[in-house]
């Protein structure tokens, strides 16, 4: 039988426990996670670890040509790029080793960057598998970079989070027990300081305890902090506007900007969220686009058309200026907040919205086991006012 709670919030909410098919998937959206925990993850992933072909270290390996791999969670270009090279062919110090994996069910770019001299690297924007039908979660997109890190020897230090996601769930809270496994410490999960405003804001309409949000991310970045990855420097700066926590982070001539920034011929992200504004969004593409032609943007998403089959990971400030479709040369902001706002209302909600949200505010972690099951709350419209 299946157990069902509205909790009386700000909107109606369904609540379900199942261990029937009482409810298909072709009637009212419901999730519940699998009772294993990570730990359960972790140990499963370290006798079953996945085989990487050698990387390619050419600067253009995001490009046609470049060797790839496609699984069923994840294409990965089985790639790095390497640190920029001086007019010597040495390496320069401040570049870092780029690892970009791109996780295809939600389009979202991973990335694994290393300090060359140190080993000592940082994970970015990584993603947990979930079937939203069978309620399941896994972690085969996490568990490649898992493998990529193993295999290059990199010590991972710090867990990075550009904002709250609000389709796809984290895998910060899974890597980092698998981490601590490995190498024998946690990496810490960093997130911008703003975060706690989201926490609030969602713990409240999800109902979600508060001892389960608290303290879940070890670094609350202020705007323009600095802080070491190994010898490498890493500034975290302020993007506002797809969410009002939203974050990069600067890396030599590298600027991990999640999804503020979008490729040229998809141009920026939607900005429909709580706290999301079109005028902060141009804001902050703006900024991106002030850095010098060469620094390269790399994105939290790409949604490959049939013009352009494969995900690309960055293009260079040079090429946005040129022709991203909605920040080149010669939009203004009124052109870019009516163009924004227009197109987000026209928008559905991201298919793992409330999953995302509800575990994402946790840093990853799972919802604690009620009635047997770890379970997540859904939204539900009643057409008339119900009864």
């Known amino acids: 039988m299946a157990s069902l709670q509205v909790c009386r919030n700000s909107s109606r909410m369904l609540r379900v ?4 098919r009482l409810f298909g998937p072709r009637s009212i959206a419901l999730f519940a996670a699998s009772h294993r925990t990570f730990s359960d ?3 499963e992933h370290g006798r079953n670890r996945l085989q990487f072909s050698p990387r390619c270290t050419s600067s253009q390996a995001h490009l046609g040509g470049a060797a790839s791999q496609t699984r069923r969670h994840a294409y990965s270009t089985s790639a790095a790029l390497s640190p920029s090279m001086s007019s010597m062919g040495t390496a320069t110090e401040t570049e870092p080793i780029i690892h970009h994996v791109f996780e295809k069910v939600t389009g979202t770019w991973q990335y694994i960057v290393a300090d060359p001299a140190t080993a000592s690297a940082a994970i970015i924007d990584a993603v947990l598998d ?12 996490a568990d490649e970079l898992l493998s990529i890190v193993r295999e290059n020897g990199y010590k991972v230090d710090r867990i990075l989070e550009t904002h709250i996601h609000a389709d796809h769930i984290t895998a910060a809270a899974y890597l980092q027990h698998a981490l601590r496994n490995d190498q024998g410490f946690a990496p810490s999960i960093g997130i911008g300081k703003r975060i706690e405003t989201v926490q609030k804001l969602f713990s409240k309409r999800y109902c979600i305890p508060n001892d389960e949000i608290q303290n879940v991310h070890q670094c609350l970045f202020e705007d323009d902090e600095i802080f070491n990855l190994g010898d490498l420097q890493v500034q975290a700066i302020h993007l506002p506007g797809h969410t009002p926590d939203h974050m990069g982070y600067t890396i030599g001539d590298n600027i991990f900007c999640g999804d503020s920034l979008f490729i040229t011929d998809l141009g920026s992200s939607r900005c429909d969220f709580p706290g999301g504004s079109a005028k902060q969004l141009y804001e902050s593409g703006r900024k991106l686009l002030g850095f010098p032609d060469h620094v390269k943007i790399w994105s939290g998403h790409d949604y490959p058309s049939c013009e352009r089959s494969e995900p690309v990971p960055y293009q260079c400030v040079g090429e946005h200026r040129e022709s991203n479709k909605h920040l080149m040369k010669g939009i203004t902001q009124d052109d870019f907040i009516a163009m924004r706002e227009n197109r987000d209302a026209t928008l559905a909600e991201p298919k793992l919205l409330h999953p995302s949200l509800q575990i994402n505010v946790r840093g990853g972690k799972l919802p604690k086991v009620s009635w047997g099951h770890r379970m997540i709350q859904t939204p539900i419209t009643v057409v008339n ?3």
């Open 130 to 141: 979930f079937d939203p039908y069978l309620r399941e979660i896994k972690t085969e997109s």
């Open 385 to 387: 006012g119900g009864w």
């Open 41 to 43: 993850m972790a140990t």
């Open 17 to 20: 426990a199942t261990s029937s």
